[in-house]
């Protein structure tokens, strides 16, 4: 058994599109129209046939509230894995993203915490 798809909600999935792709650096797995929003999935270029974070619209009545209580108490939804937080947290800082949590050791971890423009906070964590 393995794990091949995660979600994430976001409020805009042509915006979270250009988020996760132009500014995080994935890369479009999937961009299937289903209707009214897309089947619409990202990779890792480092692992094109990993997991796929699917950028799942909002819709659904009980994902604002959720949603909302995350930010408002701090608490991002997932956790991405980079080599350096440090790096990281200075290249995405120089394309314009706000940071909710700047790069804090937790013991052998380092974490930051980023705003992704659609409604979400994420984790960055480094070993």
Known sequence: ??????????????????????????????DIPMGEHRWLTVVSPEDPDGVELVLEPSDHPAVGPYKQALVADGIPFTSFAVADVHEEHERLKGLGVTFTQEPTAMGPVTTAV?????GNLIQLASM
């Open 114 to 118: 980023l705003d992704d423009t659609c």
């Open 1 to 30: 058994m393995r794990i091949n798809l995660a979600s994430i909600h976001v409020d805009d999935q042509e915006k979270a599109l250009r988020f996760y792709t132009e500014t995080l650096g994935f890369v479009t797995k999937n």
